[in-house]
């Protein structure tokens, strides 16, 4: 109560009530998991809201009517907790007191859903069956919501009042600026990596892409106008090639994007194949599409060479030449049974019924997934004691785990050292330097990647400025390859 009143002191119009995942006192009293008195604030539903409504009562006491009050619960709580009725009831209970019910996971986690979520918005049908029970006070939808399209359907077609949405205002400061002037296209698609939300970044508030999150209120500042046109050579077409031709472009600049292959999308092509990946495909597609939208000259089926871009007189050039594959030293690694990983990818028709993934790290064991749901056994081998440890642990392992155990042909083998590859089998040596065998029909290789800076350093004196951006410079992620885009082109 007394928070909220000094909410009201510095202009604010209401107050937020967090009761769900059984963690906030509020929760813990709505929780029958947690909640074991035997008072009147223990035993029946009615009993266990009795502290909620006191909460909520007070504040508008202090605060007056025209207060709101949203308050979110969830709608569902693990085997032993309170049901779907339940919940249809406490929104039953809450109404008159409580102005919105925003509707979340049983725990933290799932209300964050990832790329490995089977469903965008999985929390929709719970919300859905509240609203149709008949309440009549206003439901807030939650977890996955951002295409605009989506949004507007779960609202005409009565399955929430309200939409509430994190990740897409991170992703798109300018969100509501976009739906207004009707250029849903241009919202960029969050990627669910849920780096956002990890602690002990060594920079704060990261979004992978939105390299300018954070820095909104100083950002003019750090960024001077150009001070005349150039003419800019960009080699490389993957997301921090395309991402830095945006921003040489807006800044009024003369941008020629040079492309090896026949498409734009560099590694994130990889994504059209695993169901999984839908929303790197999806941020690929995007970026392809605002570049269409711009004077960039887009050269297809272009190896660029120092040769060719000394003959154009460029101002700059930034090299966006991207990594290669890090093939580790390993006994029958080049035999025919063996494919690196990046090649799995429209490709595995060709790879025999038992498949032995070398590498367990975030990469390797989506590879895997990828293969398993295509048909394949596979088992991963990672000498780290526990798979995919590279990736992010907070609102993301948990999820990305389940995804993996309910691959039924996908398996897995922690510190295992492989030493051998054979043409029908893979040998490792495990913990305790014992040597084991499995059948390989065919072996992927996913040893991470390693930047082709050789490849970009030939580039290096041609035009006055000369600069390498994204896995070229170093190989590491999306959040890396348009960090070093924007910073990079909007010097120029």
Same mark, same amino acid.
């Given at each position: 109560?007394?928070?909220?009143?000094?909410?009201?002191?510095?202009?604010?119009?209401?107050?937020?009530?967090? /009761?769900?995942?059984?963690?906030?006192? $509020?929760?813990?009293?709505?929780?029958?998991?947690?909640?074991?008195?035997?008072?009147?604030?223990?035993? *029946?539903?009615?009993?266990?809201?009795?502290?909620?409504?006191?909460?909520?009562?007070?504040?508008?006491?202090?605060?007056?009517?025209?207060?709101?009050? @949203?308050?979110?619960?969830?709608?569902?709580?693990?085997?032993?907790?309170?049901?779907?009725?339940?919940?249809?009831?406490?929104?039953?209970?809450?109404?008159?007191?409580?102005?919105?019910?925003?509707?979340?996971?049983?725990? /933290?986690?799932?209300?964050?859903?990832?790329?490995?979520?089977?469903?965008?918005?999985?929390?929709?049908?719970?919300?859905?069956?509240?609203?149709? *029970?008949?309440?009549?006070?206003?439901?807030?939808?939650? %977890?996955?919501?951002?295409?605009?399209?989506?949004?507007?359907?779960?609202?005409?077609?009565?399955?929430?009042?309200?939409?509430? /949405?994190?990740?897409?205002?991170?992703?798109?400061?300018?969100?509501?600026?976009?739906?207004?002037?009707?250029?849903?296209?241009?919202?960029?698609?969050?990627?669910?990596?849920?780096?956002?939300?990890?602690?002990?970044?060594?920079?704060?508030?990261?979004?992978?892409?939105?390299?300018?999150?954070?820095?909104?209120?100083?950002?003019?500042?750090?960024?001077?106008?150009?001070?005349?046109?150039?003419?800019?050579?960009?080699?490389?077409?993957?997301?921090?090639?395309?991402?830095?031709?945006?921003?040489?472009?807006?800044?009024?600049?003369?941008?020629?994007?040079? @492309?090896?292959?026949?498409?734009?999308?560099?590694?994130?092509?990889?994504?059209?194949?695993? *169901?999984?990946?839908?929303?790197?495909?999806?941020?690929?597609?995007?970026?392809?599409?605002?570049?269409?939208?711009?004077?960039?000259?887009?050269?297809?089926?272009?190896?660029?060479?120092?040769?060719?871009?000394?003959?154009?007189?460029?101002?700059?050039?930034?090299?966006?030449?991207?990594?290669?594959?890090?093939?580790?030293?390993?006994?029958?690694?080049?035999?025919?049974?063996?494919?690196?990983?990046?090649?799995?990818?429209?490709?595995?028709?060709?790879?025999?019924?038992?498949?032995?993934?070398?590498?367990?790290?975030?990469?390797?064991? @989506?590879?895997?997934?990828?293969?398993?749901?295509?048909?394949?056994?596979?088992?991963?081998?990672?000498?780290?004691?526990?798979?995919?440890?590279?990736?992010?642990?907070?609102?993301?392992?948990?999820?990305?785990?389940? %995804?993996?155990?309910?691959?039924?042909?996908?398996?897995?083998?922690?510190?295992?050292?492989?030493?051998?590859?054979? $043409?029908?089998?893979?040998?490792? $040596?495990?913990?305790?330097?014992?040597?084991?065998?499995?059948?390989?029909?065919?072996?992927?290789?996913?040893?991470?990647?390693?930047?082709?800076?050789?490849?970009?350093?030939?580039? *290096?004196?041609?035009?006055?400025?000369?600069? /390498?951006?994204?896995?070229?410079?170093?190989?590491?992620?999306?959040?890396?390859?348009?960090?070093?885009?924007?910073?990079?082109?909007?010097?120029?």
């Amino acid at each position: 109560m007394q928070k909220a009143a000094i909410a009201q002191s510095v202009v604010f119009d209401m107050a937020y009530i967090h /009761m769900a995942y059984r963690a906030p006192i $509020v929760a813990r009293f709505l929780s029958p998991l947690i909640n074991k008195r035997t008072d009147k604030f223990g035993g *029946s539903l009615e009993n266990r809201a009795r502290f909620a409504l006191m909460v909520a009562d007070r504040i508008k006491e202090r605060c007056g009517q025209d207060f709101l009050i @949203e308050a979110c619960i969830s709608g569902v709580e693990p085997p032993g907790g309170y049901t779907l009725e339940d919940a249809i009831q406490l929104a039953r209970m809450f109404t008159g007191h409580i102005d919105m019910l925003q509707i979340r996971a049983a725990d /933290m986690d799932p209300q964050h859903p990832t790329h490995f979520n089977p469903e965008r918005t999985p929390l929709l049908s719970i919300t859905e069956a509240i609203k149709k *029970s008949g309440v009549s006070i206003p439901i807030v939808a939650s %977890a996955g919501f951002l295409n605009p399209d989506d949004c507007e359907d779960v609202i005409a077609s009565g399955k929430a009042d309200f939409i509430g /949405m994190a990740r897409g205002w991170l992703s798109n400061p300018d969100y509501g600026r976009l739906l207004y002037e009707g250029r849903g296209e241009d919202v960029v698609p969050c990627l669910r990596c849920n780096l956002c939300l990890q602690p002990n970044e060594p920079l704060h508030d990261v979004c992978s892409v939105n390299p300018t999150l954070g820095l909104e209120y100083k950002i003019d500042r750090m960024i001077q106008p150009p001070t005349d046109t150039k003419n800019v050579a960009i080699v490389g077409g993957g997301p921090a090639g395309m991402e830095a031709a945006l921003i040489a472009a807006r800044r009024g600049h003369r941008v020629t994007l040079y @492309e090896k292959t026949n498409a734009l999308g560099g590694l994130l092509k990889l994504a059209d194949y695993p *169901s999984f990946k839908w929303p790197q495909k999806e941020f690929k597609d995007y970026l392809i599409r605002q570049i269409a939208k711009t004077n960039v000259k887009v050269c297809l089926n272009t190896e660029a060479t120092p040769e060719m871009l000394q003959k154009e007189e460029y101002d700059a050039v930034l090299v966006a030449v991207g990594s290669e594959p890090n093939v580790p030293q390993i006994p029958g690694i080049e035999g025919k049974n063996v494919v690196l990983a990046p090649d799995v990818y429209g490709n595995e028709a060709a790879l025999g019924d038992n498949v032995v993934v070398v590498g367990g790290a975030q990469t390797g064991v @989506e590879t895997g997934m990828y293969l398993a749901e295509k048909g394949h056994h596979v088992t991963v081998l990672t000498r780290q004691k526990k798979l995919a440890a590279d990736a992010p642990s907070h609102h993301y392992y948990v999820m990305f785990k389940e %995804a993996w155990e309910k691959e039924k042909n996908f398996k897995f083998i922690v510190q295992a050292r492989t030493i051998a590859i054979g $043409v029908d089998k893979v040998t490792y $040596v495990d913990a305790d330097g014992i040597k084991h065998d499995i059948e390989a029909d065919s072996v992927v290789i996913a040893g991470g990647m390693k930047a082709k800076n050789d490849l970009a350093f030939t580039f *290096s004196g041609i035009g006055a400025r000369f600069y /390498m951006i994204g896995d070229c410079e170093k190989a590491r992620n999306i959040l890396h390859a348009m960090m070093t885009a924007f910073s990079t082109a909007s010097t120029l």
